[in-house]
């Protein structure tokens, strides 16, 4: 991960937008963000997760696929036991980046209010 110079001249991280890029893909699907929900309350085996759902352990574990490539999740092995864990860092990251953007929006929207605020009306 090396940061670049965006057209601002701000850094930016390529990596970073990537990760960001798959996890808003992972969380546009209901299905995997009500397992991300389930897993923010603790670690779940793929039968608990897939339990609230109408569809096959198979079609449930390519949702934990997607979920892990994007590193929202891991899984780990415990003798015949293995678990699906949120990895909360990464979906920090994607929190972070809406709150930043949300500041920067709303900073703009404000400066765009205050101008028209100066503009007087047409007579």
Request: with cysteine; net charge neutral.
């Amino acid at each position: 991960m090396s940061p670049l110079l965006d057209k601002e001249g701000c850094p930016h991280m390529v990596v970073t937008d990537e990760r960001l890029d798959a996890t808003f893909r992972a969380l546009a699907d209901p299905t995997r963000r009500a397992i991300v929900a389930r897993l923010a309350r603790g670690d779940a085996t793929v039968n608990d997760l897939a339990a609230p759902f109408a569809m096959t352990l198979p079609a449930v574990s390519k949702h934990l696929k997607v979920l892990e490539g994007c590193g929202l999740i891991s899984r780990t092995r415990r003798a015949q036991y293995r678990p699906c864990h949120l990895e909360r860092e990464e979906l920090d990251s994607a929190v972070s980046w809406i709150e930043e953007n949300r500041r920067t929006w709303t900073e703009r929207l404000d400066r765009l209010d205050d101008h028209l605020s100066k503009i007087p009306p047409r007579s």
